[in-house]
């Protein structure tokens, strides 16, 4: 594998609900990995989205890593601040010919993750080939419905993409070397009218922005690399080497979300558990498969 010296990873949580033990799995295996290589682990906050702009959860979260104990280098990047820089990128991938305009409604997306800003904590595949409707339109069309100020986002075109860069490839660290087939990723929607960025443009901006050369993260989000990775290689920035790491689960085998109150720090501090209780949890829940089922400190 390699890992590029000195090592930058890092952790960004996007703060609309309560952290909970996923989050330090993964503030955790960033830090280790910083460690273990005598590198740096940076924080980022992912509040694109209005509604994780809640500074109630702004706050806790901070709270809750000064008290586990987990530090992090240089100074915090806060995505909110930073949408000229997503817009000038915006502008040039349209530069490029590489979006396009999409006038389809909500209900006839409704089979897409609706949620452009938020990162799809899925496990299915990113690459889903499917027809998307308005690649195919014809110039006049599109310049009409422009013109005529129709609502629309603007899509990524894969087809062209991989015309361009062809099928590039990363390193994971726990799967090893993947390749991406631009073709057969989705057209995924870059920005929209009311969310002028998208959580796929931002993180790969920002990654590239701050030096990370190591970019640690859950499981889930494999399957939005592919995208990830094509859009680095239309953009010339550098390819990182992934970290994949295996997720925590509910004994039912459900990721733990931010829903599931029981797992939260605060009410895990609140039940009497110290940092080191936490994390010793965390470790025993990793060799046993992922599965979290601590109720009580022991
Ligand atoms: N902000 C994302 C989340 O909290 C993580 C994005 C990433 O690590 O690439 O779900």
Known sequence: MSLLFPVTTRFAPTPSGAMHVGHVL??????????????????????????????????????DLDWL???????????????????AVLRELHDKELLYPCFCSRSMR???????ARAPHTTASGCTHRPDRCRTLQA???????????PHSWRIDMHRVQDLIGCPTWEDLYAGVRRCIPSDCEDVILSRKDTPTSYHLAVVVDDAQQ?????????DLMASTPIHRALQAVLGLPTPVYAHHPL?????????AKRDHATSIASLREAGYSPAQILSEIRSA???GGIWNANQPR
């Open 26 to 63: 993964a503030a955790f295996t960033a830090r280790h990995l910083a460690d273990a290589h005598g590198g740096r682990c940076l924080l980022r906050i992912e509040d694109i989205d209005s509604r994780a702009r809640d500074v109630r959860w702004v706050d806790q979260l901070m709270e």
């Open 69 to 87: 104990g987990i530090r992090f280098d240089g100074e915090v990047m806060v995505q909110s601040q930073r949408f000229d820089v997503y817009a």
């Open 110 to 116: 409704r089979h897409e993750n609706e949620d452009i």
């Open 140 to 150: 006049d069309e599109i310049e009409r419905r422009l013109v005529d100020g129709e």
């Open 211 to 219: 030096g990370v050369n190591l970019v640690t993260r859950g499981r």
């Open 248 to 256: 925590l689960r509910d004994s039912k085998g459900v990721r733990l």
């Open 286 to 288: 990793v060799s046993n």
